[in-house]
Structures are given as structure tokens and as C-alpha cells.
């Protein structure tokens, strides 16, 4: 994953491409990224701590990221580097490519599990700042999982199973890093200008790939990272400006992010807690694993990870506020979901199937408060509020006075409430929850 950090700037020649955001995009609310490559196969970093919260510094040599480890190995002193020593001898990094076997993988189970969790769209990697291409890529030679490793197109098995769901399938596409195709110091720090490809050679390099899986996929969503080469910025064949006319001409409702170093986007992004000042206004979308890292990592305990009622309420706390939830899964060299990362999505799944009506198709609410103790959380469908709230029992809710009709308060599948107007808002019985998590009351709008 990228440590993002700011906008691009907005030259004249990209505003052509300012445009709404799709509908079904604004609805979904929530998704599934996929981090799965060879550094799936070591699965190590060292759990830091999440992206905003751990000083420049700190953060390289002790890069929480395991999708990071090609780097972080290459940093003198990193405890990465001494764990690549100590249990896989220093051996070339592209030996975990033919290590990565994907035995078990089964595209059409794992998507089934996002889709009872409660996902809209899922984003698996094509192609990380390894370099490694998970279809056969142009250019690549051996270097992808089709010629070695799984020797298969995991790109198109993510995308038939995504489909065959009923689900939006994107594809996340790293043009700004690529350690293999350049011989670029290891990065310690987050300037990436002096270590990122540019030149006319990356340029041809990565358009051919963005259009290769543009023309074969067809993806709802261009998922971007870090950046896109500086020849490819101005207008012309081979420009960026040329792979959106192709990418919206195969997908006119599809969506691009805002990390592909140009002027347009259809949403902006967060991740974990860094880049947070543009979740305001818009269409956008924060991002982030279960654990700390993306890619899967074997030092991670269950400290590290959101457990299912936690996910709900990050994904509650991010809709309530106008944003979508791309949430992360980082499966292991077999293709299996780790125990704690299913487990999550499990009871996700069990709460959206009670609950999904206050998170698809909703809006912010603004009569409503939001409240640490007791946690609560507002969304809107249509004229009914939902307040999501971590409480049972007597709880007030921050509400606008008058703003809601108590006399029909209840659960998502109808039971009544009691609830009463009170000084501070609305003061209802919340009843004991059937699922882990927060429980759902409804009210319509006065």
C-alpha cells in the first residue's frame, strides 16, 4: 500500500475530465481490497502502528507494511532486514515469487465472503511496488503469476468471481513505485521524487499495463498509488489523459482515485489515519487493513486487528460522515483468508445482514450528533434516521430538537422502540442486541 500524502496539483488541460460521481459508487458505502503478491509467502513486518500515527522517521525502518518488505529489507539496520537474514538466509527476493504457490486459492469463496460481509465492490492488486503482475502482464517476461508462482491469472479469477457475485470489481494498479523495472535506493522517507520512475521508458511501460487490464477486465474502478510517470503527464498517446478516455469509454459509470499524481478524480482518499482532511465534502473513501498491515503478516496478534463489532464501527463512523470503507483483506501464500481477518469479516456479515439498510444508499445525517460515550453514530435513507449506538438500555441520543418523529422509533426489522423527545435530543429503550456490534434504531424524519 502508499503512504499518501497530499493532493496533486491541477493543471489546465485535465478539468475536461471533472465529472459526476456514479450513483451505485456514492450507494456502496463499502468494499473489499486485496494486498496478495509474493511478499504473502515471507508475510513479516513489525507492527508499529497505523499510518498517521508513527513518526516519518520510525515508519521505514520499521515499516509496518509487509507489502513494504522488498523495501524495508534494503534498509541498513531494519529489523526486516535482520528477520531476512535470520530465516530466509537473504535470499533474492523474487525467490518468493516461485515459492508462491496459491494452492488453495478459490476466487469464487473468497468473494462469497465479501459478499455476505456486506460488500458492494471489491479491489484486488494487480500489480504492487514489487513490480510482480498478478495477470500476464505486457512487458513482465516471466516476471508475473501466470509464466511463475501460481501460474494463473488471478486477476481475471477476482474478476469473474466479483461478477458472477453481483459485485463492482476494480483493479488497484501501483504506477508511481516499481522496484524491479528501476534501480532506485530504498525509500526512507515520504519524498518519493528522487526514487519514483518517470522517464518516457516507465511511461510506455505502465500505460501498456493500465490498458491492458482496461481492455481485458474492463474494471469499475482504476484504483492508483503513489503516483504516474512525469512523461506521462502531458497530453499526448501515451498520456494518462489518453488511458481515462479508454478506461471510461469500457466503464462509463466507473470510478478512478486520486493517486495517480493528475488533476482528476472521481473520489479522494484517506488511509488509516493519514490524508484525513479530505474526508470532508464529495465523494471519498478511507482505506485501511483489518491489522496494520495490508499484505499479510504473521507477527500481527489479535491486538492488531479490528474484530468484527470494532469494523462495524469504523465503517458506521465513515458513512455517517459521507465517506465509503475500503477495507482490506491480506490473504496467505495458499489464498486462505487468515483466521482473524475471516473471523472480522464474519461477524461484519452477520451485523449487515440485520443492519445493511443504515449503510447502503445512506447519507449523512446533519441534525444528528455524534457521541463517544455512549458511541453513536447517525445515517439517513430516504426520511428514516438511523442512530447506530454501542449501548443497550436507556440512552440519549444528540439529536436536533423536533427534527424527529419518536412515536415510530424501532428496530430495522420493525420492533418498536419506546423513545421520547428529552432535553439534548431523543431519549430512547434500546433494546439487547441479537448480533456483536452496535444496535440500529430507526425514526423517521418529523
Known amino acids: ?62 515499516n509496518p507494511y509487509a507489502e513494504w518488505y522488498a523495501n524495508t529489507i534494503r534498509i541498513d539496520g531494519s529489523p526486516a532486514q535482520q528477520h531476512h537474514r ?40 494487480t500489480k504492487h511496488h514489487d513490480g510482480i503482475a498478478l495477470w500476464d502482464a505486457p512487458g513482465t517476461g516471466d516476471r508475473n503469476t501466470v509464466r511463475r508462482g501460481p501460474r494463473r491469472d488471478l486477476v481475471g479469477e477476482f474478476a469473474a468471481a466479483t461478477r ?60 492508483g498509488d503513489i503516483e504516474w510517470p512525469d512523461a506521462g503527464k502531458p497530453a499526448g498517446p501515451r498520456s494518462f489523459a489518453h488511458l481515462l478516455d479508454r478506461f471510461y469509454a469500457a466503464a462509463p459509470d466507473g470510478v478512478v482515485n486520486d493517486r495517480w499524481g493528475l488533476t482528476h478524480w472521481d473520489f479522494r482518499t484517506s488511509e488509516y489515519q493519514q490524508g484525513r482532511s479530505v474526508e470532508t465534502g464529495g465523494a471519498w473513501e478511507n482505506c485501511r487493513g483489518i491489522g496494520l498491515s495490508f499484505g499479510h503478516n504473521r507477527a500481527e496478534g489479535p491486538e492488531h486487528h479490528l474484530d468484527g463489532p470494532a469494523a462495524v464501527r469504523h465503517l458506521l463512523d465513515v458513512v455517517s460522515r459521507g465517506g465509503n470503507l475500503l477495507l482490506n483483506v491480506g490473504p496467505d501464500a495458499a489464498g486462505r483468508v487468515p483466521e482473524l481477518q475471516r473471523r472480522c469479516l464474519e461477524q461484519v456479515g452477520d451485523w449487515m445482514e440485520l443492519h445493511a439498510d443504515a449503510v447502503h444508499g445512506a447519507e449523512v445525517f446533519a441534525d444528528g450528533g455524534a457521541s463517544e460515550e455512549p458511541w453513536v453514530r447517525w445515517t439517513l435513507r430516504g426520511r428514516t434516521a438511523h442512530a447506530v449506538v454501542e449501548a443497550e438500555g436507556r440512552v440519549l441520543l444528540p439529536v436536533r430538537a423536533g427534527s424527529l418523529d419518536p412515536a415510530g422509533a424501532r428496530l430495522l426489522d420493525g420492533t418498536a ?14 433494546p439487547p442486541r441479537r448480533v456483536a456490534g452496535p444496535q440500529v434504531v430507526a425514526v423517521d424524519l418529523a
Open 1 to 62: 500500500m502508499a503512504m499518501f500524502d497530499g493532493a496533486p496539483q491541477r493543471p489546465e488541460p485535465y478539468r475536461r475530465f471533472e465529472r459526476e460521481v456514479p450513483q451505485w459508487y456514492r450507494d456502496a458505502k463499502f468494499g473489499i481490497f486485496v494486498h496478495w503478491g509474493a511478499y504473502s509467502v515471507p508475510a513479516w513486518a513489525e507492527p508499529t502502528g497505523e499510518l498517521g500515527t508513527v513518526d516519518e522517521r520510525t515508519w521505514f525502518a520499521h
Open 86 to 125: 535470520d530465516v530466509h538466509g537473504g535470499a533474492p527476493y523474487d525467490d518468493f515469487l516461485d515459492r508462491w504457490s496459491a494452492e488453495e486459492f478459490d476466487a469464487t469463496a473468497l468473494v462469497d465472503l465479501f459478499r455476505r460481509a456486506g460488500a458492494r465492490y471489491v479491489v484486488p492488486t
Open 164 to 223: 458472477a457475485a453481483g459485485l463492482r470489481f476494480g483493479t488497484y494498479y501501483s504506477g508511481g513505485l516499481d522496484w524491479w523495472f528501476t534501480d532506485f535506493p530504498p525509500i526512507t522517507g515520504m519524498d518519493f521524487s528522487a526514487v519514483r520512475p518517470v522517464d518516457e521508458a516507465y511511461t510506455e511501460y505502465a500505460s501498456a499495463h493500465v490498458a491492458d487490464l482496461v481492455d481485458r477486465y474492463a474494471p469499475d474502478v482504476l484504483w
Open 417 to 430: 422502540v419506546a423513545a421520547r423527545a428529552a432535553d439534548g435530543g431523543l431519549e430512547v429503550q434500546v
